[in-house]
Structure formats: C-alpha cells, structure tokens
C-alpha cells in the first residue's frame, strides 16, 4: 500500500550498498566509502533527526546514529533459499566468517529458515535475477527476518502480506511454512512488478500457484476480505531512516519530512485494515525501519484503543532469544521491541510489535 503517502514510501533498502571486494584492503574501502557518504549524506534530515531521537532515545542516539552515518560498517545477513539448494554454500559461509543468525531456543524458528550472519561489515556477492532460474540466497537486514518469527506462520493457514513489496519478508515467510492461501499485496505499480519478480526468483512454480499478488489499496483489503486471514503481516510504509539520511535531492528530503507526520496515520488505517482482515483469534505483525515513536508505539497504542477486539501479545521471549545477535531500545512493552543499530550488530533499526484479534469486529 503505497497510494497518498507514495513519495514518502520509497524504501531503497541501504542506500550506499557498500561491501568488501574480495582481496580490497579495508582502509581503501573506508576511505572510498567516507568520500561517499560526505557527498551525499543530507544535513537536513540528519538535524532532523538529530532533534528527535535524541528527545525519544537518549543516549542511545548517539551510538545508532554512529552506524547509520556509517555505511562501511554495514552489514547484510544471508537468507539461504530452501527451494534451491547449492552444494558448498554453507561451506563457503562459513570460511568467511557467518555463523547461524539464530540460536535454536526461540519460541518459533522453523528448520527450514536458515539465515547467517558475521560481525564483520560487508556483503556476500548479489545473484542476478534470471527467468527461470531460482536464486540461492536473499541478502537482507537481520533484523527484518523478526517480523516474521514474530509472526509463526504454519502450514495451511491463510496468510496476507499487506504492504510486501520488495518480497523479502514474503521469501522469509516461506521459508518457514507452506501457506493454504498466501497474498502478497502492493499497490504501486512498480513496486509490484519488484514483488514479482522476487517471488519469481525464489519460489518453484508448484509453491507460486498458492501465491496471489495484488495491486489493491491496503485500506480497503479489510473490507474486501473481512476475517479471512489466520496471520497478517503489516511491514508498513514509514520514514526509512537509513535511506533518508541519504537523500540525494535537498527539496525532496525536505517534502519529505513535511509530509512525514501523515505516516502515522496511513499506518494506523493499514493497521485497522488488517485487524477487519483477520479471522477472531487471528494474530498481525505490525514492523516498520523507522526509529520514529510517532510510526511505532503511537501507532500501536491507537489502535489498541480504538479496537477493543484486539489484545497485545508478548514477545519478549523472542526478544530474549536474540539478544546476542541484535540490540535492543530499553523500556518497552512485552509486545514490542526496536531494534537499534550498533558496531558489529548493525541491524536494524526495525520496529516489531503483534497483536491478537480476541472477537469479531
């Protein structure tokens, strides 16, 4: 769902793409990577930023906003493709340093999801998209893949991925389960056919004919398919902090943060959409990659307000599950948590919180 907010809701991932080349000395990518970042990163919304997280985080700010002005200190997770398998993958992992992203306690962690991570900045090679051919592994933030355990997708259930585009949630989603029904909606065009071609890419076509792509408004799905749903992932459209430190355009950027107090509130139609979407003891997932409270906690608190069928559900079991591989923001609720970037687990930041629909609407 992309329709008013559509400017605001361009998310380009990491905005640099920045790795180490095989046999590159590592100060000379630094290097290369500070001359990058002093053209292009964005005064305006980093002063932006500057004003708000340190009234909302504190001291935290300090530290996340080390890494997310750093991009040479990024790093990117290995999502490994159950429906394609590569003799020697792991292996390779492995001789440079990933291990296993989670351990082997949390509430929820199919075997099938195999996802590695190291400490180490950088990223494995990108795999080319090719008709016909899947690809082996989808490179990632970490911190993306808690929405979906958060989630607990199991075989047969009717699922929805309500604003899913580029697909990375929708590829982690099954990898742990075979939906009964799975929809996967976007509304704008293009990053529609970006879905496509992801699920393309990594799905067989026998897994591909329980797929449904769609181009629907994401405020209107819930009417369309009242309690149809057994889990509903909402990956809202936010402020991306990451890409937007990095705003190429001065006016845009400024538009941008002008426009951004209207988040909230396509957030919260979206969050409303999905709870009419879910089935009576269905559960949603509601995530974003913004630091903002006023796209988070706010968000969710309304809708906790406005929907008396609706109930938080904990998952600080997970939180505590992870804890060794992410960094988390003290003080929150038991039925979400942030993620907040940091040297050597610079994840995030990333936003989880889920809900439960107790009674129809």
């Given at each position: 769902?992309?329709?008013?907010?559509?400017?605001?809701?361009?998310?380009?991932?990491?905005?640099?793409?920045?790795?180490?080349?095989?046999?590159?000395d590592p100060g000379q990518l630094e290097r290369k990577a500070k001359g990058k970042l002093q053209k292009q990163i964005c005064p305006v919304v980093l002063?932006?930023?500057?004003?708000?997280?340190?009234?909302?985080?504190?001291?935290?700010?300090?530290?996340?906003?080390?890494?997310?002005?750093?991009?040479?200190?990024?790093?990117?997770?290995?999502?490994?493709?159950?429906?394609?398998?590569?003799?020697?993958?792991?292996?390779?992992?492995?001789?440079?340093?990933?291990?296993?992203?989670?351990?082997?306690?949390?509430?929820?962690?199919?075997?099938?999801?195999?996802?590695?991570?190291?400490?180490?900045?950088?990223?494995?090679?990108?795999?080319?998209?090719?008709?016909?051919?899947?690809?082996?592994?989808?490179?990632?933030?970490?911190?993306?893949?808690?929405?979906?355990?958060?989630l607990e997708v199991k075989d047969g259930e009717n699922v929805l991925d309500l604003c899913a585009a580029p697909g990375g949630k929708s590829v982690a989603?099954?990898?742990?389960?075979?939906?009964?029904?799975?929809?996967?909606?976007?509304?704008?065009?293009?990053?529609?056919?970006?879905?496509?071609?992801?699920?393309?890419?990594?799905?067989?076509?026998?897994?591909?004919?329980?797929?449904?792509?769609?181009?629907?408004?994401?405020?209107?799905?819930?009417?369309?398919?009242?309690?149809?749903?057994?889990?509903?992932?909402?990956?809202?459209?936010?402020?991306?902090?990451?890409?937007?430190?990095?705003?190429?355009?001065?006016?845009?950027?400024?538009?941008?943060?002008?426009?951004?107090?209207?988040?909230?509130?396509?957030?919260?139609?979206?969050?409303?959409?999905?709870?009419?979407?879910?089935?009576?003891?269905?559960?949603?997932?509601?995530?974003?990659?913004?630091?903002?409270?006023?796209?988070?906690?706010?968000?969710?608190?309304?809708?906790?307000s406005s929907c008396r069928n609706v109930m938080p559900v904990d998952i600080s079991g997970m939180a505590r599950g992870v804890s060794q591989e992410f960094?988390?923001?003290?003080?929150?609720?038991?039925?979400?948590?942030?993620?907040?970037?940091?040297?050597?687990?610079?994840?995030?930041?990333?936003?989880?919180?889920?809900?439960?629909?107790?009674?129809?609407?």
């Amino acid at each position: 769902m992309r329709g008013p907010a559509l400017p605001l809701a361009r998310r380009a991932g990491a905005a640099l793409g920045l790795g180490r080349a095989a046999g590159q000395d590592p100060g000379q990518l630094e290097r290369k990577a500070k001359g990058k970042l002093q053209k292009q990163i964005c005064p305006v919304v980093l002063d932006h930023f500057e004003q708000q997280y340190t009234a909302e985080l504190g001291d935290a700010w300090s530290s996340v906003r080390d890494v997310l002005t750093s991009p040479w200190c990024w790093q990117h997770a290995v999502l490994l493709n159950r429906f394609s398998q590569s003799p020697g993958l792991e292996s390779s992992l492995a001789e440079q340093g990933y291990h296993p992203a989670f351990p082997a306690a949390l509430p929820y962690l199919p075997a099938a999801l195999r996802c590695y991570t190291r400490t180490a900045p950088g990223r494995f090679p990108a795999q080319r998209h090719q008709a016909g051919r899947l690809k082996e592994y989808y490179l990632l933030n970490a911190a993306s893949l808690l929405p979906v355990l958060a989630l607990e997708v199991k075989d047969g259930e009717n699922v929805l991925d309500l604003c899913a585009a580029p697909g990375g949630k929708s590829v982690a989603i099954l990898q742990c389960a075979c939906p009964g029904h799975f929809h996967c909606n976007e509304y704008d065009d293009l990053r529609s056919r970006w879905l496509e071609q992801t699920i393309e890419s990594f799905i067989p076509d026998p897994f591909i004919n329980m797929i449904k792509v769609s181009k629907l408004d994401g405020r209107q799905i819930g009417d369309l398919q009242p309690e149809f749903y057994d889990k509903v992932l909402v990956d809202a459209p936010c402020s991306n902090d990451r890409s937007w430190l990095f705003s190429a355009d001065p006016q845009q950027a400024v538009l941008r943060l002008m426009q951004r107090k209207e988040l909230s509130s396509l957030q919260f139609q979206l969050l409303r959409s999905a709870v009419q979407a879910l089935r009576p003891g269905g559960s949603l997932v509601y995530s974003t990659c913004t630091l903002s409270r006023a796209e988070n906690s706010d968000v969710i608190s309304l809708i906790l307000s406005s929907c008396r069928n609706v109930m938080p559900v904990d998952i600080s079991g997970m939180a505590r599950g992870v804890s060794q591989e992410f960094t988390f923001l003290s003080g929150m609720q038991q039925h979400e948590l942030l993620v907040l970037p940091e040297r050597g687990r610079a994840w995030g930041p990333m936003y989880v919180a889920k809900l439960k629909k107790v009674s129809s609407s």
